[in-house]
């Protein structure tokens, strides 16, 4: 079964699959993060499959992990258009925040706890910053 999107199309995950993994790749080297990192912010827990996911793209990712990458693209997009200077928006992931849903710490922190909840949040934080434009 595939997934459904907005409008009623049903996606198949192997075809979102590469392109989905692709973009999360590219996100991942603007941000410069590491392998553990990426890792986490994939749900992925063991290191065969992250580096295999590396190698070869052509798989049927989980919901779980499309989804997760979802809103990482959700959250890299808005940040674009928050921080048109293309070094400050990838740099504010790791930067400490004061907004009490990062308590001092930075949304990377947050996103890295492993819960697609928290990818959620930022990303839902963003997008009220945008003033709720999807």
Partial sequence: ????????VVLDRRELSGPALRTFFRIASQWQLSPD??????GLTARSTFFAWKKNQDVALPKDTLERISYIL??????????????SADAWIRKPNDAPLFGGSSALARMLSGQVA????????????RGGLA
């Fill in 118 to 129: 928290d990818l959620f949040v930022v990303r839902q934080y963003l997008d009220a910053q």
């Fill in 74 to 87: 959700g959250i890299w997009k808005a940040l674009q258009i928050l921080l048109p200077n293309e070094a």
């Fill in 1 to 8: 079964m595939g997934l459904v999107s907005p409008a009623g």
């Fill in 37 to 42: 990192e990426q890792m986490a912010l994939l």
